[in-house]
C-alpha cells in the first residue's frame, strides 16, 4: 500500500465517527448541524486526524484511544476553514472543489457553524472515555492554547493585520507557526497523549518539533500551488494571494528557493522521530505533503 492509499484508507476510517458525532435528533437543529457536517464530511486528506492516530499507533497506542481526538482536531480544523473562507476573512467562494459554507447557508449560520463545530471538538476531546481523565484533560488544555490567542486564532490576526502592513520574514514565520503549525502540532501531540505519553515528555517534544516544521512546509507548499496550480485540481481559486496583496513566501524566494526552504524544513521534521521505531508512515507522510499538487 502506498503512503496515498494509506491516507486515503485512514480518511475513511475517521469518516463514520466523524459524521456520527454530528447526529442530532432535535429537528430544530437540523439546519445548523446540515452546515456542519455540510464543512465536517467534505471530501479531504484528514491529514490532521491522520497525524493524531498515526502518533498514537508509533508509541504503541491504539486507534480507539485516538479516535475521538482525531474527531476533534478535524471538527476545530474545518470551523477554522468555515470562518477563513468568509467575506470578513478571505471571501472564498470555494473550498475543496465545493461552494464554501456561507455560500450555501449564508453568512449568518456559516458563523455560528464554524463557532459550533470548534465547541464540538473540545467536547469531544474532553469527554474521550478510552483514555484516562488525565489524559482527556492533557488533550483538551493541548487544543485550547494551540487554537486560541497563542495559536490558530494569534496566527489568522497577524495575518489580517499584513494586509495593512506588509509583514517581515520573521513575522511571516510566526504567523505560519501559529495559523497553520498550530493544529498539527496539536494533532500530534493528542496522538502522543492517546498512547500514554504526556506533555513534557521527549517524545511530545520531538513530535511538536516534526509538527511544526512539517506545518511550515505544508504552508510553503501551499503558497507554491497558489501560482502553479490549477482551479480543477486545487478544488478552490488560485492566483488569490497575489490579487489580495498577500505577503508570502514568494514574496521573499523564488519557486526553486521556495521548494528548497520546504524539503530542509521536511528533512528536519523527519530528523525529530529518526529515533523512533515505527516511525516510517510518518517519514513517508512528510515526503508525500513536500510533493503533494492540492
Do not use: W
Not at 10 to 21: F, H, M, N, S, W
Not at 73 to 78: A, D, K
Not at 192 to 215: F, H, L, Q, R, V
Request: glycine share 8%.
Amino acid at each position: 500500500m502506498t503512503i496515498e492509499e494509506y491516507i486515503i484508507a485512514t480518511a475513511e476510517k475517521v469518516d463514520q465517527p466523524l459524521k456520527d458525532g454530528l447526529a442530532v435528533t432535535d429537528a430544530a437543529l437540523e439546519t445548523l448541524y446540515d452546515s456542519m457536517r455540510y464543512s465536517a464530511l467534505s471530501p479531504g486528506k484528514r491529514i490532521r486526524p491522520f497525524l493524531v492516530l498515526e502518533f498514537c499507533r508509533m508509541f504503541g497506542g491504539n486507534d480507539a484511544a485516538a479516535m475521538d481526538f482525531a474527531c476533534a482536531i478535524e471538527y476545530i480544523h474545518s470551523s477554522s476553514l468555515v470562518h477563513d473562507d468568509m467575506p470578513c476573512m478571505d471571501n472564498d467562494d470555494y473550498r475543496r472543489g465545493r461552494l464554501t459554507n456561507h455560500k450555501v447557508y449564508g453568512e449568518d449560520i456559516a458563523l455560528l457553524c464554524g463557532d459550533a463545530l470548534m465547541t464540538r471538538g473540545y467536547e469531544m476531546a474532553s469527554l474521550n472515555d478510552k483514555v484516562p481523565p488525565e489524559a482527556a484533560l492533557a488533550a483538551t488544555r493541548v487544543l485550547l492554547r494551540e487554537v486560541g490567542a497563542f495559536g490558530m486564532m494569534g496566527g489568522q490576526c497577524i495575518d489580517l493585520m499584513a494586509e495593512r502592513e506588509r509583514p517581515t520574514f520573521d513575522q511571516l514565520l510566526k504567523m505560519h507557526d501559529k495559523k497553520t503549525g498550530a493544529l498539527m502540532r496539536a494533532s500530534a501531540l493528542m496522538g502522543c497523549i492517546a498512547a500514554g505519553k504526556m506533555p513534557g515528555s521527549d517524545e511530545c517534544k520531538n513530535a511538536a518539533e516534526y509538527a511544526t516544521k512539517i506545518g511550515l512546509a505544508f504552508q510553503i507548499l501551499d503558497d507554491i500551488l497558489d501560482v502553479t496550480g490549477d482551479v480543477a485540481t486545487l478544488g478552490k481559486m488560485t492566483h488569490t494571494d497575489a490579487a489580495e496583496g498577500k505577503t508570502t513566501f514568494l514574496s521573499f524566494m523564488d519557486i526553486d528557493g521556495a521548494r528548497k526552504y520546504a524539503s530542509d524544513l521536511t528533512d528536519e521534521a523527519v530528523g525529530a522521530i529518526a529515533g523512533y521505531k515505527n516511525n516510517e508512515i510518518l517519514t513517508e507522510l512528510a515526503r508525500f505533503l513536500l510533493c503533494r499538487t492540492k
